[in-house]
């Protein structure tokens, strides 16, 4: 399929993780880079959605703080990840610092960025407890998250 996602397997993923999902050179020669950041089993469970909003504005804003090479930090669909597209390439060791950089960030976080009806489309839709605790929770595995399938 065309969909890189789409060729992945969901039954056998094992979240926490963070892997690779595709890499492209632009007409430019430009390259950007896609990870999967995968919170919850496909299938099995999800984020809900004032945490996956939380988590968005949150991730979006203090991962440029680590990097001025963060062009994206995307919602999937299912709200059980999100999709972190950088430029140029990446070495994944470097990529799951600025995850956990990030993350840490959430969690000592007092409020969600743009939490408000003049920067966002839905600002009464978050909870920064929400997202603190799925920010936790995805650190917890740190250990594992190079591992993508069991």
């Given at each position: ?7 992945l397997?969901h ?66 669909g ?73």
């Amino acid at each position: 399929m065309n969909v890189e996602s789409f060729n992945l397997d969901h039954r056998t993923v094992t979240p926490p993780y963070v892997r690779l999902a595709d890499t492209k050179t632009l007409p430019a020669g430009d390259v950007i880079t896609k990870y999967d950041l995968r919170f919850s089993q496909p299938n099995h469970g999800h984020l809900e959605m004032p945490v996956v909003h939380s988590l968005e504005h949150m991730v979006a804003e203090h991962s440029r703080n680590h990097s001025d090479r963060v062009i994206d930090f995307s919602p999937m669909g299912c709200q059980t990840g999100f999709y972190l597209i950088l430029q140029g390439e990446w070495e994944l060791d470097e990529v799951m610092t600025l995850v956990e950089r990030t993350l840490q960030d959430v969690i000592e976080a007092g409020e969600v960025p743009a939490a408000n009806e003049v920067q966002c489309g839905w600002g009464a839709n978050h909870t920064l407890e929400g997202a603190q605790d799925a920010a936790r929770a995805f650190l917890a595995g740190r250990e594992g998250w190079s591992t993508v399938s069991a």
